[in-house]
Structure formats: C-alpha cells, structure tokens
C-alpha cells in the first residue's frame, strides 16, 4: 500500500482579477462608483494536482508567467485557492522571495530574530542558531550592521541562512541555487544535500535544467497554468528546453504577482 | 461553484508529534513571535533619538511634569481641572497613536506576509506595544503625583482605572485589526483617520467639561469610545467616585462590539492580503 503524501493539491484554481483602472482608495471609489470598470480575469493556476510523497525530492519547472511562484504561495497557504482542494499533512518552511523585505533599521541579529520567528522558530532555537546561520551566510562581521547597508547579495545570503535553519518536514525552495557566489551556492547545495539524506520532504522551482536532473526523482513542467506533464526528471527538465526553444507565445503570467 | 477547501492536517510540528507537544511547540513560537515583535518594534522607534532606550521611556513621565507644570500654574485655581485635562490629553494621545500604528501595521510589515504562513493578527496586536508602555508609565506618574498630593486613592479605584485601560486597549485592537485589512485595499484610509482623530479630539470632552452641553447630546459623545473611558478614569483617579453599573456595562458592551466586529471584518477580509502587498 503506497504511504500517504504529505501535501496533496487536488484541482487547485487561482485566477487574479486585473481591473483595466485600478482603484485604490477609498475616494476613487467613491466618486467613481457608477463608472464602469471593465476587468480581465488572469487564470494563474487551472486545475492543478499533484501528490507530494514523503521522503521525494520533486522538481517544478516552467517557464515565467507559468505559475510557479503562484502555486507555491498557494500551497504554502500564503495565498487562498479559488477552487480545489490543498491537504498538508505536515509543516511546511518555504523559501520564497527572500531576498527582499527585511527591517531595514534593525541589524542582521534582530532580523534574524523576525524572520525566524515568523518561519516557525522559538527564541530557543534562535538563540542556538544564530552563530551558526552568520556564519552559513558568511556574515559573522557584520552581525552588529544594519540592513539598510547590506549590498541584495548579502540581505538574499542571510534569508536563505534562517530559512534553512527553520526547516520543518517539508522545505519547499524557489531559485534556490541562483543567490549569492560559488562559494554559497555551493554551501546552499551541501545544505539541500544533507536535508534530503535527513528524509525531509522538498520541493525545488528552477529554471536550470541539470539542478532538477541533479537534485530531483520526479518533476513537473507547469505551462500556462496547467501541469502539462509530470514525470521523470530528466524527462520534464528537456521537455522544458524544449518548450524554450520551440515554444510559441507566453505563459498564462501568474509570475510576478505580489 | 468550484469546491475550496484546505485541509491542514499537520501545520507545524511532524506528524507524529503528539498533540500536546505540538500545543506546546505552537504555544512557545506564538509566544516568540509576540516578543519579537514588541522588542523590534520598540528599537526601530527610538533607534538613533538621544539617549535611545532612556530616552523612550522617560518621554512620557517628563511629558507629563512638563505639563503638569504648566497647567499648575494656568489652571492654579481650578486643581481639578488640571488633572483631567492632563488625563484627557494623555489618553487621547493613546487612542490616536495606537490606532494610527495598528491601521498601518499590516502593510508596514507586509515584507514578512509572503514570506511564510504565520498568525498575521499577531503583526496587529502588537502593534500597539509602544503606545502601551508609553500610557502605562504616564499611569504610573499620574497615580504616583496623586498619591504625592494626599489624594485618598483606593486599591479599587486603581484597579478600576487598570480596568478601564485593559477595555481601552481592547476597542483600539478591534479597530486595528478591521482598519489593518481594510488599509490594504483602500490606500488613504489613514489620511480620512487622521481627519476623524482630529476632529474626534474636540468631541471628546478633554479641554472642555462634559457638562458644558445639554445632557441630552451626551450620549452621542458617549459613542465615542474615548469618551467613557476618560470620563470613567478621572471619576475614579480624581474625583474618588466609582461610576455606576450601567456605566460598566456600557463600557465593555461598547468594547466588545468594537472588538466583536473588528475580528468579523479581520476574518472575512484577511484571507487574501498577502495578494494586495
């Protein structure tokens, strides 16, 4: 009997509405408010399913504007489906759009205190780990700064550093491998490495081919909004070559939205 | 109509982890998550004022000596006066500053809303925590003043001053946590806030007596909630009297539908304000 899947997305639907006007305050509603406002409806994910089972490392590919970065939130529940059904049936620690949005008048020590909490660490655990995610960040000596003058290298550095310290079951990982330089990269790797010999569940967004060959079992290649395949990894990472090169227009444009 | 349903089966701990751990593991994050919050929250305020931290916490004390004195020597024949009017402005000044960080504390933090799924009214809640500490040692010295000039207070009074500020605080967490989500659609919110904060300062009886007016407008300035609340506390500080039992039961009728409807206007508009950061 095959073990139950820790995360099963059952015909998940996203779509965002995009208004042709945009209003945003409360006056242009007001005065607004028998103008017609004729919107486009942007169907981001369309009936997406797939089973995440214990223990596998599933890649997701596609290309931008497919839907990835949607179906990630949504998954993670940072956005609400439209439509579907999401089982998690363990923690989740996502690493998605790290890179941007720290406190900038508080220093590395402090943010590190705010993100991990917020990734589902106790101040128990960070007061452990804090020398430990400086120095996987190599950010030992710039502990005490502020991160108003961290270079984006640096501030993406240390986000990656919290969140794989606060790893849970399932670590779910946008573009990982493409932040920071070789010698990070390569820590970044190590990490990812040593979490799936610890059994934990992952999930892997890349555009690079070889890291979904190298890294993953199984994959999924997302187009348009839709699971168009899922299969082997080295099966989806040249069908998506394939698609990049012989593709016709642009996906769906789930990307990019919040 | 397409079914939506998530089911979370296991949000935080492995699923094996008992129950009870796993109350207590979610129990010791929230609790992490709380203090971070107010720590960070505090050090980014005063970060680069003179005296930093100091100079945080003796804002409101010498605040209030500053105007105690002034108003000593204006009102020095009117002692009562005086009292209530530094009480008015101090809890005014709360209710304005609380509920302008909590309409804002959502979008100020909306960095850490796509970056995880966590209890957002957390990011609300706290955002208060300066204003708070800031009327809590006004509290102090008020009561510390009173007690230095004789005034006979009772351990009840005091109680029912800290009674009073507990339903204070509850109304301005139901408007901030309605205010929050709702600011994350409408961008000027704020400014329409700040306009009824002001207006709102000359509806609250802070620098005129109540009983200027017909009694029968008393009620609608009653609505306001800082109006009972202040009205309540001098009675108690300064006055010595302990309002009625319709009085309290107004108050916390009035603090439970503000909060009542500020969690009602939470959960039906949160759910999707990661999409508008």
């Known amino acids: 009997m095959p073990a139950t899947p820790l995360i099963e997305v059952r015909n998940v639907s996203k779509r965002f509405r995009i208004p042709s006007v945009r209003r945003e305050t409360v006056r242009e509603h007001v005065l607004d408010l028998f103008r017609p406002r004729p919107s486009e409806t942007l169907q981001v994910l369309d009936s997406v399913s797939f089973e995440l089972r214990r ?35 363990a923690g989740i620690t996502p690493i998605l759009e790290l890179g941007v949005g720290w406190n900038p008048d508080l220093d590395a020590i402090d943010n590190i ?43 993406s550095r240390l986000a990656y550093a919290v969140a794989f310290r606060a790893v ?91 | 109509m397409p079914e939506i349903a998530r089911t979370d089966e296991s949000p935080r701990a492995t699923g094996t982890a008992a129950p009870a751990r796993r109350v207590e593991r979610e129990g010791a994050h929230l609790a992490g998550l709380i203090w971070t919050l107010v720590r960070t ?11 930093g931290f100091l100079w ?28 209530n009017l530094i009480i008015g402005l101090f809890l005014y000044e709360f209710f304005g500053e609380a509920t302008k960080t909590g309409l804002l504390s959502l979008r100020a933090k909306g960095f850490l809303l796509t970056k995880a799924r966590f209890p ?30 004789g005034h006979a207070l009772r351990p009840a009074t005091v109680a029912l001053y ?38 709102g300062f ?36 300064v006055d010595g009297a302990i309002p009625s039992l319709a009085a309290h039961v107004y108050l916390a009728a009035e603090t439970l539908v503000i909060v009542g409807v500020g969690m009602l206007v939470y959960r039906l508009a949160s759910a999707r304000i990661a999409e508008y950061v």
């Not at chain 1, 890294?215 to 082997?232: H, P, Q, S």
């Not at chain 2, 002034?70 to 009117?78: M, P, T």
Request: with cysteine.
């Open chain 1, 55 to 89: 223990g596998e490392t599933l890649g997701l590919m596609g290309r931008n504007g497919g839907g990835k970065s949607t179906l990630l939130k949504v998954i993670t529940g940072i956005y609400p489906p439209d439509g579907g059904t999401i089982v998690r049936r």
């Open chain 1, 168 to 258: 849970r079951e399932v670590l779910i990982l946008d573009e990982i491998f493409a932040v920071g330089d070789a010698g990070f990269r390569e820590r970044c790797q190590d990490r990812f490495q040593a979490l799936r010999a610890a059994g934990h569940t992952l999930l892997l967004v890349s555009h690079e081919p070889h890291t979904i060959e190298r890294f993953c079992e199984r994959a999924l290649l997302l187009e348009g909004g839709r699971i168009v395949m899922d299969d082997d990894a080295g099966a989806v990472a040249d069908a998506y070559m394939r698609l990049l090169t012989e593709g016709a227009g642009p996906a769906a444009g789930g990307e990019g939205h919040a």
């Open chain 2, 56 to 83: 945080a916490l003796l804002k409101p004390v010498t605040m209030f000596f500053v105007l105690y004195a002034v108003f000593s020597f204006v009102f020095a024949s009117n002692p009562a006066y005086k009292l």
């Open chain 2, 41 to 51: 929250d505090f050090k980014t305020r005063y970060h680069g004022t003179i005296g």
């Open chain 2, 120 to 149: 957002r009214w957390v990011l609300v809640v706290t955002s208060s925590s300066n204003a708070v500490i800031t009327l809590a040692l006004f509290s102090a010295a008020f009561v510390f003043v009173l007690l230095v000039q």
């Open chain 2, 162 to 199: 800290a009674w009073y500020q507990v339903q204070y605080l509850g109304i301005v967490t139901g408007f901030s946590l309605a205010a929050s989500v709702l600011f994350m659609r409408f961008r000027d919110l704020n400014q329409i806030w700040e306009v009824v904060i002001h207006a």
């Open chain 1, 113 to 155: 205190d705010l993100l991990g909490c917020v990734m589902g660490l106790s101040l128990g655990e960070l007061r452990a780990a804090t020398d430990e995610i400086l120095e996987f960040a190599g950010l030992e000596r710039f502990a005490k700064l502020e991160l108003r003058y961290y270079s984006s290298g640096m501030a």
């Open chain 2, 202 to 237: 000359f509806v609250a009886p802070i620098i005129y007596p109540l009983d200027i007016l017909p009694e029968r407008l008393h009620i609608y300035l009653y609505l306001w909630p800082p109006t009972p609340v202040m009205m309540f506390s001098r009675a108690v500080l």
